[in-house]
C-alpha cells in the first residue's frame, strides 16, 4: 500500500493513504524523507521512498499552483 508523509511530529511521522493513517518512528522510515513523499511498504516490513512517483507529484501540484495563481508562483 502506498502512503504519503503528511508531517512531522517530533520523532515521529504521520503517514496517510485512502484508507489509513499510520504514525511511524522517523528512524524505521529511508534516510532523508520529508512530508509529500510517497512511500511504500515492504513486504519485510520495511519502507520504500518512491522517488519517481514522489517527483511527478510535486510537478503536477506546482502545475495547478502556476494555473490556479495565473501564472504566478
Same mark, same amino acid.
Given at each position: 500500500?502506498?502512503?504519503? @508523509?503528511?508531517?512531522?511530529?517530533?520523532?515521529?511521522?504521520?503517514?496517510?493513504?485512502?484508507?489509513?493513517?499510520?504514525? @511511524?518512528?522517523?528512524?524505521?522510515?529511508?534516510?532523508?524523507?520529508?512530508?509529500?513523499?510517497?512511500?511504500?511498504?515492504?513486504?519485510?516490513?520495511?519502507?520504500?521512498?518512491?522517488?519517481?512517483?514522489?517527483?511527478?507529484?510535486?510537478?503536477?501540484?506546482?502545475?495547478?499552483?502556476?494555473?490556479?495563481?495565473?501564472?504566478?508562483?
Amino acid at each position: 500500500m502506498r502512503y504519503s @508523509i503528511d508531517r512531522f511530529e517530533g520523532e515521529t511521522a504521520v503517514l496517510v493513504s485512502e484508507q489509513d493513517e499510520l504514525h @511511524i518512528p522517523l528512524h524505521a522510515l529511508p534516510e532523508g524523507v520529508r512530508p509529500g513523499d510517497l512511500l511504500e511498504r515492504l513486504d519485510a516490513g520495511g519502507w520504500q521512498r518512491l522517488a519517481a512517483e514522489t517527483l511527478d507529484r510535486r510537478k503536477a501540484l506546482a502545475e495547478r499552483r502556476k494555473r490556479l495563481l495565473g501564472g504566478t508562483s
